[in-house]
């Protein structure tokens, strides 16, 4: 079992950043590919970014590109998800996810989830 503990989530104007972490415990944090998506209200949830075990490699939805930047501390345990220019339509639970491979990641399917922090962007 992976538990994973989202944190760094609030209110914020549009145009401003936030960083969002994601803590893991359980097994060994390296072996997994982690991944973020978000649901807004009446929305289904989408596919954010997502980073392979060693970090070597990262996606990201077309509609966060240039904006956001996934990152991870194996060290830590940690993976994170930096925000800038962030928009109204930005605004959604974010919840991070983890799995063994980052194709089941990036699709949706992966094994464990966080419960998700809350995310607004409003003037």
């Known amino acids: 079992q992976v538990q994973l503990v989202e944190s760094g989530g609030g209110l914020v104007q549009p145009g401003g950043s936030l960083r969002l972490s994601c803590a893991a415990s359980?097994?060994?944090?390296?072996?997994?590919?982690m991944g973020w998506f978000r649901q807004a209200p009446g929305k289904a949830r989408e596919f954010v970014a997502a980073?392979?075990?060693?970090?070597?490699?990262?996606y990201y939805a077309d509609s966060v590109k240039g904006r956001f930047t996934i990152s991870r501390d194996n060290a830590k345990n940690t993976v994170y998800l930096q925000m800038n220019s962030l928009k109204p339509e930005d605004t959604a639970v974010y919840y991070c996810?983890?799995?063994?491979?980052?194709?089941?990641?990036?699709?949706?399917?992966?094994?464990?989830w966080g419960q998700g922090t809350q995310v607004t962007v409003s003037s």
């Open positions: 980073i392979t075990w060693s970090g070597g490699r990262t």
């Open positions: 996810a983890a799995d063994g491979t980052v194709r089941m990641v990036t699709t949706g399917g992966a094994d464990y």
């Open positions: 359980g097994r060994t944090f390296s072996n997994y590919a």
